[in-house]
Structures are given as structure tokens and as C-alpha cells.
């Protein structure tokens, strides 16, 4: 058995999703992001939820959205996980936290090794933090933009919640961003699409296997 978490975010089609999950992932991502090419309607979001429940953890993906829409998704979709991917103070994510039952993730993006100490404002109020890359200048999306940062600036990061590893992961590349980075978690998104936003069951699969053939020699899960 594997004691790696695997996610993968932007899913949007009962295709894709059934595929992800007979790969056997741990957590799916659904964007709510209007710019997003991988943005889904609550609607939908909640029929791809219903699809994942009990066989992977839903995480609902925010960027600074306001509590009525969070409370929304929360009453709707019922996800496991709200993923802020915006500019969310720590004050924001601790009210989150106690306003909902969803487990709050923070996701930071990083480039150099300073760049992590920013996790120590956010690690009491948060249960996981998505170190993923910065996004390159003129780009709409903070995040799923399929660039990758130097994963070793991770290795040996001792901080007091889990951590998970994100950034132009593909099914080439992971083993190695495993291995170098130490970590026990982590996240594709642009990896795992044949274009931007169409996610391709072929590259979910290779992804998959290729993390999960990769050793994991730590645990940043607790
Ligand atoms: O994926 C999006 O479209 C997106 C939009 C707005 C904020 C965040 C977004 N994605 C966040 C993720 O969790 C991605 O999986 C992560 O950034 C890695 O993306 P990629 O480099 O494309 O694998």
C-alpha cells in the first residue's frame, strides 16, 4: 500500500473523474473559478461530487471568495476540502475553519527557499498547505498554469501540518519531484489535460502509475 496522497485538480467531466478515480487518487479538485478553463457550475459540481463521494476527498477550489459563496458550495456540493488559492489572509482561512465543516487547505506559491516561511502564518489555522508554483507574469490563473519551481527547496521542510507539492507535474517528471523534493503528497493539474482545461484519461493514468511507482522516502502527512 502506497502512503502517497494524490490529487488531481480541475476535474470537470463524469469521464475524467471515473477515470481519475479508478486510477485510484485520493483527492479531486472542482474549480470554481469563472476565468478557469476547468471552472464548473455548482450544478455540475455537485454531480461530480456525488460521483467522488466516499472514493476519493472532494477539495473545492476558491480564490478569494466571499463566505456566501463558500457557505453555498459548503451546503451544495458538500466537499471535504476548501483550497484557497488567492491572496486569503490567515485570519480568513482561521474564520473559514471555524464557519465550516470542510478541512481548509492554503495554497502558496513558491520559487525560493524564503518563500516558504510564509507556511508559518498559515500553519496553526489551516490543515494542509499546496506549496505550488507562482504563476508566470500576465497569466489569469494563479494557479494550473504548468510551471514548475526547484523541488528540492522542499526536502527536509519541517513545519507542523501536512504539505503537498504542486506545479507542472506530469506523468515525466513526478517520480523525480518525489524523490528530489521528499514529499508524500501531491498535485497535477495541466500534467494530466491534452489541452488547456481537457483532461486526457490516458495521462491520468500514466500520471497515476508513474507517482506511484516513485519511492516515498518521508512522511509530510500526519
Ligand atoms: O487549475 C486552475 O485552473 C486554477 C485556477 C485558479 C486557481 C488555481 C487553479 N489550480 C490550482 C491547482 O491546485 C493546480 O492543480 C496546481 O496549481 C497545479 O497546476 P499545474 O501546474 O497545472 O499542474
Known sequence: MSNLTIKICGLSTEETLATALDAGVD??????????????SLMDACKLADQARGKAEIVALTVDMDFDGLSRINELVRPDWFQFHGQESPEYCAVAKSAFPQKIMKAL??????DLEKARVYEPVVDRILFDAKPPAGSDLPGGNGVSYD?????????????????????????EAITRSGVSAIDASSGVEREKG??????????VAAARSAQVSGSNEQ
Not at 506559491?109 to 524564503?114: H, K, M, N, Q, T
Not at 513545519?159 to 507539492?165: A, I, R, S, W
Not at 481537457?198 to 495521462?203: A, G, Q, R, S
Open 27 to 40: 483527492m479531486i479538485g472542482l474549480v470554481f473559478f469563472p476565468k478557469s478553463p476547468r471552472h464548473v
Open 109 to 114: 506559491g513558491v520559487s525560493e527557499p524564503d
Open 151 to 175: 523541488w528540492t527547496i522542499l526536502k527536509g521542510l519541517d513545519l507542523g501540518k501536512p504539505f503537498m507539492l504542486s506545479g507542472g507535474l506530469d506523468a515525466a517528471n513526478v517520480a
Open 198 to 207: 481537457v483532461k486526457d484519461n490516458e495521462l491520468i493514468r500514466a500520471f
